[in-house]
């Protein structure tokens, strides 16, 4: 069974459009995360969420918001998307110390 | 700002040869350092992680040693085989905080 899955796995869209991507985990984790790999493998955090609180990485622009409707899913929505929003995004659930994440497969977003 | 850096973006290896793969970190407060292993289209997926306290620490076929004094961290795979073909990135963790800081990435290709 699947720990940390994420839906679609690529998303292909034009400029300006809002979309959406989908994180569950299986794993009774408390916290999620949503992370950005760049064209250079570079591994960035965006959010780190559990049910107290969301931790927001200061750079990232308030056209992305992180959506939890229950413990188990973290989704991800964009509005406005930019050619720069093209990446790899990653969502990850740990335990509380942080240490051991459990990454999903990724969803490769291309924006034309 | 604080970062964690890799002195080389690639490294290759004869099959069953040890690697060992480094990385500089500059943030003293870092509690854990961790590295993990991205082999392609997949997700990180964690190796070993080291406490802050310890200066080395031994899982399966993998070392990590940790020298505070000159802020570097080093991974060693033991008879490296081709199933360790893949990214490896070292990443750090600062107090309470859930969030980690990756370093730039390590791409090992193992020769047969």
Redesign the interface.
């Known amino acids: 069974d699947t720990a940390?899955s994420q839906t679609p796995k690529y998303l292909v869209t034009q400029m300006g459009n809002d979309k959406s991507i989908k994180c569950e985990q299986n794993l009774g984790h408390d916290?999620m995360?949503w992370y950005k790999q760049d064209s250079?493998?570079?591994?960035?955090?965006m959010f780190?969420y559990?049910n107290k609180e969301l931790?927001i990485?200061e750079t990232v622009p308030n056209r992305f918001s992180p959506k939890s409707p229950d413990k188990a899913h973290l989704n991800l929505h964009i509005n406005s998307l930019e050619l720069g929003d093209s990446a790899v995004y990653?969502c990850?659930s740990?335990g509380?110390?942080?240490?051991?994440?459990?990454?999903?497969?990724?969803t490769r977003l291309t924006v034309l | 700002g604080e970062s964690v850096g890799l002195h080389l973006p690639t490294l290759s290896v004869q099959e069953g040869d040890n690697s060992i793969i480094n990385c500089a970190y500059s943030n003293s407060a870092s509690d854990y350092f961790i590295w993990y292993k991205q082999e392609s289209g997949k997700g990180p997926q964690f190796i070993i992680d080291i406490r802050s306290n310890m200066d080395k620490r031994q899982g399966q076929r993998v070392t990590v040693l940790l020298n505070k004094t000159v802020k570097h961290l080093s991974l060693q795979i033991a008879a490296t085989q081709p199933g360790d073909s893949a990214v490896y990135f070292c990443a750090e963790k600062a107090g309470s905080a859930r969030q980690l800081t990756f370093g730039s990435g390590t791409q090992l290709t193992v020769l047969p």
């Open positions: 940390v916290t995360y250079k493998k570079f591994l960035k955090i780190s559990n931790i990485n990653f990850a740990s509380r110390a942080g240490v051991e994440q459990f990454f999903g497969p990724g």
